[in-house]
């Protein structure tokens, strides 16, 4: 963050403390920081399936692939208002899925229960999907499994393992 006195700090140790400073910072900080993931994860031509240690993983929390994005859909549907779905690996090393408001995420001091590092994040807010789907939440969330590029997110993992490890 140029010109403040945050500027030697990455947005992660920003958003890490967020609690310490101004709503500005929790919004524009957050939201910087997750649209920067949302585009990174999304492709027009996609891995569909993930495999390796990412796979395992999931199944192991999930049971499987479809389970993990019903409950990421059912993360996004259940979210009133605007927000973010997430996939996300928790500092004891689990996966977990949850749903901020506003443009919070799991990085935040501010999420107690859902603090972690993300994986994936689903944008739900209206802005995201109403001139495609107007108000129909889960026809977007479920188009957004078609772009979703899982080569992205097995390198978001395996850059969080090496931070937990
Ligand atoms: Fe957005």
């Known amino acids: 963050m140029t010109g403040t006195e945050l500027e030697n700090k990455t947005v992660e140790e920003v958003l890490n403390e967020v609690s310490k400073h101004s709503p500005a910072i929790r919004n524009n900080g957050g939201g910087h920081y997750n649209h920067s993931l949302f585009w990174k994860i999304l492709s027009p031509q996609p891995k569909l399936v993930p495999d390796g ?6 199944n192991n929390s999930f049971g499987s692939l479809e389970q993990l994005k019903e409950e990421i859909n059912k993360a ?7 927000g973010w779905a997430w996939l996300l690996v928790k500092y004891n090393g689990s996966l977990m899925v949850s749903s901020t408001p506003n443009q919070d ?4 001091d501010t999420s107690i229960i859902s603090r972690g590092f993300p994986l994936l994040g689903v944008d739900v807010w209206e802005h995201a999907y109403y001139l495609k789907y107007q108000n129909k ?10 772009l979703l590029d899982w080569s992205a997110v097995e390198k978001v993992y395996a850059e969080v ?3 937990i490890k």
């Open 53 to 58: 240690k990412l796979l395992e993983a999931i």
């Open 137 to 146: 939440r889960a026809d977007y969330l479920n188009a957004f499994w078609s």
């Open 105 to 108: 995420n799991p990085l935040m």
């Open 161 to 163: 393992l090496q931070k």
């Open 76 to 82: 996004g549907l259940g979210q009133f208002g605007s």
